[in-house]
C-alpha cells in the first residue's frame, strides 16, 4: 500500500492510493481498530497492514465510499519520526574523493522539526550561504530494535519513502573548526597527546527548518522488492540533476539498520536515510551545482515504486536576528 498524511477539507488523516491521484481516508474503510495516525498504523504490524489492505481492495468497487483528490490535499511528512539517521558519504561514486575514510556506515541525526511533506516549500534564507538538494532513499521503521543481525534487519522495516536530506554547504563551511584533539596516549593512559583535526557539526547545514523533504508516500514493505535495487532521479527546475540508483550504496539497507542499531535503539516511526544518489545526468549537471540561491526550483525526486516527490523553493530575502547581546 502507499500510504499518506494528508490534510483535507481543514482536517487532518490518514490516507491510502485507491486509484491513480485518488486517496481514500482510511477512517472511511472501517477497519477494526482503525488508527488515528500513522504511528499506529505502523505498531498495528502485519496484521492492521492486512485488515486495511483488504479492505482497501473491497473500497475499489464500493461507490460509496468518498475519494479524495490528490491534487486538492495538503501533504504532510508521512510520519513524525522521534529520530532521523541519516548515512553519509555511502554512494560508491564518492570513493574517489575520500582522503580517509571508516569501514563502516557513518551517520549523524536529523530532527525532526526540520520535516516538511510533498509539495509543501523548501524555505532558505539567503544568509545560510549555499543550500543543495541530496535525494535519497529512507526506510520507516516498524517494530522496536536493538542489536539486529543483518540477516534480519529488513524485517524491522515498515516501508520506504523518498527523503531530500537538504545540506547547507554555506553553513558547513562556517562552522568548521581545524584545532587540536586532545586524547589519552594508547601507550601512556595517564598522559594526554594533541591531534590535529576539522570538524563541522550538522545541526544547522543538515537540521534547519525545511531541510528534510519527506514523502509523499509511506510505501508498505511487501511492495518493494528489492530496496538495493532502484532507480533514483532528481531534477532541479526541470533539468536532471542526478540519475542514479541505490545499488551504488557502499553499505546495503540491512546493514545499515543493523549497524545503527547496535548504537541507537530504533522506534516505530523512526526513519534511517541511507545517502545521497548522485551520478549526474546526461547534461553532467550534478547535485553540487544545484544551489538553491542561484538555481531556480523547483526540486523534483523520483524512486522506482515509491513515487515522485515535488518541493517548490521559496527564497527568503532575510538578514540574521540580532542574536548578540550589546
Known sequence: MKLASIRYRNRDSIAAEIAPGELVDIASLRVDGAPSDMIEVIRGGEALR???????????SDTSIARIPAADVTWHPPVRPGKI??????????????????DHPAFFLKPSSCLVGH???????RYYGSVHPEPELAAVIGVKTRDVAAAQALDAIYGYAIFDDITGNGMRAEDMFHYYAVY???????ETERVEQHLSYAARYKGTDTFGVLGPWLVTRDEVGNPDDLAVQCRMGGELIADDSTR??????????????????????????FGTAFKPGATRKSIHM??????EGPVEITIAGLGTQQSPVVIEDKEIGAWRLR
Open 119 to 125: 509539495r509543501e516549500p523548501i524555505r532558505v534564507r
Open 248 to 273: 551504488y550504496y557502499n553499505y546495503k539497507v540491512a546493514e545499515v539498520v543493523s549497524f545503527i542499531s547496535q548504537f541507537h535503539t530504533l522506534h516505530p516511526g523512526d526513519v534511517i536515510s
Open 290 to 295: 544545484a544551489n538553491f540561491q542561484s538555481v
Open 85 to 102: 539517521c541519516a548515512v553519509a558519504m555511502n554512494n560508491s561514486a564518492s570513493n574517489e574523493r575520500k582522503i580517509s575514510a571508516p
Open 184 to 190: 589519552a596516549k594508547k601507550d601512556k593512559p595517564n
Open 50 to 60: 492486512q485488515r486495511v489492505a483488504a479492505a482497501l481492495a473491497k473500497a475499489r
